[in-house]
Structures are given as structure tokens and as C-alpha cells.
């Protein structure tokens, strides 16, 4: 578990957070901070002194004007994994931006406690805190569970892996289902059948959701046209590309891109284009 004390002082430009893990906050002092799912849609929200919020793999928030100070640990997923049920699946937890909960906050308490003794109980102490803020997170913010192993004939996360690094490998090329049984040896009824069940996603639904990650990644940058970036990420139109992005990120992709200082305004093929998907 790692452990952060932050303080977010006076901030010039608006900038986004794409989070890679699941961290716990708590306010060390009242505070506020502006947050928002765009930089054009940002709101102050005010804290209390011990006042939480949980960030999760994949969440995004934009981040203003701020003037707060909080801890933040990062709880693993082999924690959250063995706080499930020891069996080596994985869990999802929702993530919450304002949040009172007595037990977390008294074990986010005593992790800041340590911190500011220079962590004198060493590496078990804070191990078993980890595992107790797992446990609670669990129980009060799972989404749901979904194991790997304790499934029969489920994929292992080896082979898990191997599919999701064969697609980054071939992310512009039309990917066909036979090509991700083949990566990892298996028949493609076989492949299928244990993909949903190791995943609860279809093969073709995975395959979308990396390509949207990977266009959002390519849209942060002014440099591609939306069309480069709809082909780069194997969407063979830019309307379908569009289409897609909409259902999943809830914006089209240029309007993804206009958050972000610096971007290019589309060529008039492209808003043609965009004003085309608005309707689709």
C-alpha cells in the first residue's frame, strides 16, 4: 500500500486525472476543490475535515481551482482480491467523489498517524490496514464481482494478459474472433466460453472498450484528426468511431477533445462528419 499526504494549493489551468488504481482519499482539513467530467462543466465542492473520496482503475475528473489537504493510500487488487474471497478473483468498486464512512476514516486516521511518526510499525502494520480498508470497501462499495479462477474453464490471468496485449499489438487491424482464441491456443467456442466467464464482457465488447481507452489516450494530443484516430484505432469509419465513443464516454470524440487546451478545431470535413454522428 503506498501513502501520500497531498496538498492541493492554487492550480493555473484546469487538467485532467485518468486514475490507474483504486485510492482512498481523506481531507486532513476543510477544504473544497473543483471537479467536474469536463473542464467546461467543473463545480466547487466543499469538504469537511474527514471527509473521503475513492477513485477507481479507468475514472476521470477534471480538476480546478482547489485548496485542500489529504492522505491517500492505494489499495491493490491482490488486497481487494483476498478481502473478497481468497480465491484470487477480482472485484470492482464504485467510485465515490464525497463520502462519510466511520471505519474507513478511523483507519485512514491511523495510517496519517503513522505517516507522520516516519512509519515505525513497519511494513505488516501498514499491510494490515490494507487488507482491513479493502475489506470495508467491499463490503459497503463492491459493483460487482468478477472472478478468474474461481470459475471452471475460465481463462487465467496469463492468458487474460496475453489476449489484451495480442489486440494493443493489432489494435488497427480487423480483428477476428479466431485470432484471439488462436493467441492463447484455444478452440474459438472454447475461447469464447471462457473469455465471458473470466471477464463478463463478450471478445467483442473488450476489444471496443481498449480501442475507446486507447482513442481517448490519442485525443489528449492535438496532433490526429479525429478520422486519423478512429483508424489508428481500428474503427473502420469515423461514424461508427463516433458512435461508439458516444455510448461509451458519453461524448463524441471531438467533443472529448475540446476539454483540452491547445486542441485543434476540426477541418470542415471533420465537423461535417461530427454534425453526421450528432444525428446517427
Known amino acids: 500500500m503506498r501513502v501520500a499526504a497531498e496538498v492541493r494549493g492554487p492550480i493555473k489551468e484546469p487538467y485532467l486525472v485518468v486514475h490507474k488504481e ?5 481531507l486532513l482539513r476543510p477544504g473544497y476543490m473543483e471537479l467536474g467530467p469536463r473542464r467546461s462543466a467543473l463545480r466547487r465542492t466543499t469538504f469537511n475535515g474527514g471527509e473521503m473520496g475513492l477513485c477507481t482503475p479507468h475514472s476521470e475528473q ?17 488486497a481487494l482480491a483476498a478481502a473478497c474471497d481468497g480465491a484470487g478473483g477480482s472485484v470492482e468498486l464504485h467510485p465515490q467523489w464525497k463520502m462519510t464512512d466511520a471505519r474507513l476514516s478511523s483507519l485512514l486516521a491511523a495510517v496519517n498517524s503513522e505517516r507522520v511518526a516516519g512509519f515505525p510499525s513497519g511494513r505488516l502494520f501498514l499491510d494490515s490496514v490494507e487488507q ?24 487465467s490471468p496469463v492468458r487474460l ?22 493467441s492463447v491456443g484455444l478452440s474459438i467456442a472454447h475461447f469464447s466460453e471462457m473469455f465471458r466467464k473470466s471477464t463478463g464482457e463478450t471478445p467483442h465488447q473488450f476489444v471496443l472498450r481498449l480501442r475507446v481507452e486507447r482513442a481517448k489516450e490519442m485525443l489528449r494530443s492535438a496532433e490526429s484528426r479525429v478520422l486519423d484516430v478512429a483508424i489508428a484505432c481500428g474503427f473502420k469509419t469515423q461514424q461508427h468511431f463516433a458512435r461508439v ?36
Request: hydrophobic share 35%; glycine share 8%.
Open 62 to 78: 477534471w480538476i480546478g481551482t482547489a485548496d485542500m489537504e489529504h492522505v491517500v493510500v492505494n489499495i491493490s487488487d491482490g
Open 161 to 182: 494478459r496475453k489476449v489484451k496485449e495480442f489486440v494493443h499489438a493489432k489494435m488497427e487491424d480487423e480483428l477476428r474472433l479466431g485470432e484471439l482464441a488462436q
Open 132 to 155: 482491513a480498508l479493502a475489506a470495508a470497501l467491499i463490503n459497503g462499495y463492491a459493483v460487482r464481482h468478477r472472478p478468474v479462477r474461481t470459475y471452471r474453464g475460465g481463462l
Open 22 to 26: 483504486n485510492a482512498l482519499g481523506m
Open 245 to 280: 465513443f458516444r455510448q461509451l464516454c458519453g461524448s463524441t470524440p471531438t467533443e472529448y477533445r475540446r476539454e483540452f487546451p491547445g486542441h485543434v478545431l476540426p477541418r470542415a470535413s471533420e465537423t461535417y462528419s461530427h454534425e453526421h454522428n450528432q444525428q446517427v
